[in-house]
T-cell receptor
Framework: DQQVKQNSPSLSVQEGRISILNCDYT??????FLWYKKYPAEGPTFLIS?????DKNEDGRFTVFLNKSAKHLSLHIVPSQPGDSAVYFC?????????????FGKGTHLIIQP | DADVTQTPRNRITKTGKRIMLECSQT?????MYWYRQDPGLGLRLIYY???????NKGEISDGYSVSRQAQAKFSLSLESAIPNQTALYFC???????????FGQGTRLTVV
């Protein structure tokens, strides 16, 4: 039973355009959501997060949107750059603190085309 | 230097052998974790530790054990490795009451 779902295994976007990565969750107890980025042969790195009390969080080119009623969040990258090519993991937490409560999606491989 | 260091980075071992993966961190965090990643799957939690005296099982702890030797060191052992433990293993740390985890570069383990 997958509680965090990333239904697109891969996504190809042209450089300079917007990349939209989607994530759905089923556990209504999740109250904190994170996106991680992973390059080959490296560990995941934290990208951006959002608390359930917000519906948007922005950090430079990265914006995360949360729709609690739909149990859906999305990561927008504008404009997309070649260095954004990586696997992106969505994660959710219900523990109120600490990564023991993190549940990860399977990841979406984003490919930025020149 | 990396904040979270894993050794070895790659390892091939035979079925039935005991193997230890080591992790050390310089972030000063109390919380440490071991995750496993399989192709096409997300990261799954094996064990986590909130301090030296606190060890907890994660989602997939069977076949694994851990040791928290110090605040900065957390090792993962496979007592008798089996082929379906072939995977990418990640160590991570986090601060108190913070969900953001900092990951090591991973250990690619192959059991033949």
């Amino acid at each position: 039973d997958q509680q965090v779902k990333q239904n697109s295994p891969s996504l190809s976007v042209q450089e300079g355009r917007i990349s939209i990565l989607n994530c759905d969750y089923t556990n209504s107890m999740f109250d904190y959501f994170l996106w991680y980025k992973k390059y080959p042969a490296e560990g995941p790195t934290f990208l951006i997060s959002i608390s359930s009390i917000k519906d948007k969080n922005e950090d430079g080119r990265f914006t995360v949107f949360l729709n609690k009623s739909a149990k859906h969040l999305s990561l927008h990258i504008v404009p997309s750059q070649p260095g954004d090519s990586a696997v992106y993991f969505c994660a959710a937490s219900d523990s109120g603190g600490g990564a023991d409560g993190l549940t990860f999606g399977k990841g979406t491989h984003l490919i930025i085309q020149p | 230097d990396a904040d979270v260091t894993q050794t070895p980075r790659n390892r091939i071992t035979k079925t039935g052998k005991r193997i230890m993966l080591e992790c050390s961190q310089t972030k000063g965090h109390d919380r440490m974790y071991w995750y496993r990643q399989d192709p096409g799957l997300g990261l799954r939690l094996i064990y986590y530790s909130f301090d030296v005296k606190d060890i907890n099982k994660g989602e997939i702890s069977d076949g694994y054990s851990v040791s928290r030797q110090a605040q900065a060191k957390f090792s993962l052992s496979l007592e008798s490795a089996i082929p379906n433990q072939t995977a990418l293993y990640f160590c991570a740390t986090s601060g108190l009451d913070r969900e953001e985890a900092f990951f090591g570069q991973g250990t690619r383990l192959t059991v033949v």
